[in-house]
């Protein structure tokens, strides 16, 4: 097994590459930003690597939720929680139980919010497994509940099968068992099968789930109340701690952490680390949530989940007539198209760059070297010709990135065979 410095020394000269090519450790340019366009390196270009995804960053109703807050607030409240919060937060949560329908803390971020619940909802009498796949924060916050205890196991993404058998085999072992993924998995855009899940939950009253679903607040679900809330059963939400980020389609800040029973909200925040030690969500960004989950609510929001629906069919049509190799063909904003190795991955990057479409490289740690992609975050702000224009691109750069790092499509298939399996890879226009 490598050792943890050789692993880091591996990292470290990954991404240094990627900084001395100019494609990571970016800095915006712009004086202004209107959501679409970012210039880097003093090209302007098309922005593809936002994760807000309705494009609420701009919007005139959040911007004046933060004056307001600055105003009557100012910029800091500098308490812990666990002595003072800012007359704003009980106001925040309220509204924020209110739209996800569940008692709900915000946290400084949803990776603090790891921090905060997971060691404190899942006792040493339990069992942890963690997808493979489940997202860095959360692995995180596992070696914490490990610490105290609890046995943490990792087992492939998805399957369902080693997970009956394990439920099956810890029947009378541990008090619960607890499953952790995320609603939408953040680099190849796939979802957690929440339909057999509840399946499963049905058959077995021991497991637990806990689901970090940041990418997928706001876009999508009733309200914007995301994936796992609108499609866990209510079985099995009464068994389930879900997770979103405030940060990202929800143009705010915080980690929005919802429980099936308000003791278990009083639980954590009064215990979870991070909520007595850490700093609060400060006043500017509470008033952006506050008017966000009010902009929520409107019909106004629900259009432009539909306005990014459209983007994703668009998007997922035309790379399926160019054959391109999107590792998932989900309909989500997270698209990523597959390279190989991440030296085709920059080169790709810098193409797409080069004809003024701004993308990030999916590689290492985020997933395997040999895995790696580009990833196109699709917002309400794009155009139908933005999504045409960066597919024909892409169509166009990617044999070409192959050949020059000495690879070709059947290297590529090989490295994504269980994502592509059969379909077709670079057709012709």
């Not at 996800?100 to 069992?127: E, F, K, N, Q, Y």
């Not at 009956?164 to 979802?191: I, K």
């Not at 985020?366 to 917002?379: D, E, M, N, Q, Y």
Request: charged share 20%.
């Amino acid at each position: 097994m490598a050792k943890a410095d050789d692993m880091l020394q591996t990292l470290d000269e990954l991404i240094t590459d990627g900084v001395r090519r100019g494609l990571v450790h970016n800095t915006a340019e712009d004086e202004r930003l209107d959501g679409r366009m970012i210039t880097v390196g003093g090209v302007p270009m098309v922005n593809f690597g936002s994760c807000c995804y309705l494009g609420l960053e701009t919007h005139p109703a959040l911007r004046a939720g933060v004056i307001d807050a600055v105003e009557r607030f100012g910029t800091q409240f500098a308490s812990s929680r666990a002595y003072l919060s800012s007359p704003a937060y009980p106001v925040v949560e309220e509204a924020l139980t209110g739209l996800l329908g569940r008692p709900t803390v915000l946290a400084p971020s949803t990776s603090m919010g790891h921090l905060a619940a997971m060691p404190v909802v899942i006792g040493g009498d339990d069992l942890l497994l963690l997808d493979h796949q489940v997202h860095h924060s959360v692995q995180t916050a596992a070696k914490l509940v490990q610490a105290q205890g609890t046995r943490v196991e990792v087992l492939p993404h998805n399957d369902l099968r080693t997970l009956r058998r394990r439920l099956t085999e810890n029947r009378d072992t541990h008090r619960r068992v607890w499953y952790a993924v995320d609603g939408l998995y953040s680099m190849y855009a796939d979802f957690a099968p929440f339909a057999e899940l509840n399946e499963l939950m049905a058959e077995h009253d021991q497991l637990w789930l806990y689901v970090d679903d940041a990418h997928s607040f706001s876009w999508t679900g009733h309200h914007g109340r995301g994936h796992a809330l609108e499609e866990l059963s209510p079985l099995a939400l009464s068994r389930s701690v879900v997770t979103g980020s405030l940060n990202k389609s929800f143009a705010a800040a915080g980690g929005a952490l919802s429980f099936p029973d308000a003791e278990t909200r009083r639980r954590v925040f009064t215990v979870g680390g991070p909520l007595i030690f850490s700093g609060p969500v400060q006043p500017p960004m509470l008033g952006a949530v506050l008017a966000s989950v009010e902009l929520h609510r409107t019909p106004e929001v629900a259009a432009l989940q539909d306005r990014l629906l459209h983007l994703i069919r668009l998007f997922n049509d035309l790379a399926a007539e160019r054959g391109l190799p999107v590792v998932s063909r989900s309909e989500a904003p997270i698209r990523c198209v597959g390279a190989g190795g991440p030296q085709v991955a920059y080169n790709l990057t810098a193409k797409l760059r080069a004809a003024g479409y701004f993308t990030d490289v999916a590689t290492a740690p985020a997933v395997p070297p040999k895995r790696s992609g580009i990833r196109i975050t699709l917002t309400a702000h794009h155009t139908d010709a933005d999504i045409a224009g960066i597919v024909d691109t892409l169509a166009d750069a990617l044999p070409r990135s192959l050949a020059e790092e000495g690879e070709n499509v059947t290297t590529l298939r090989r490295a994504f065979h269980r994502q592509l399996a059969d379909a077709p890879v670079l057709r012709a226009a």
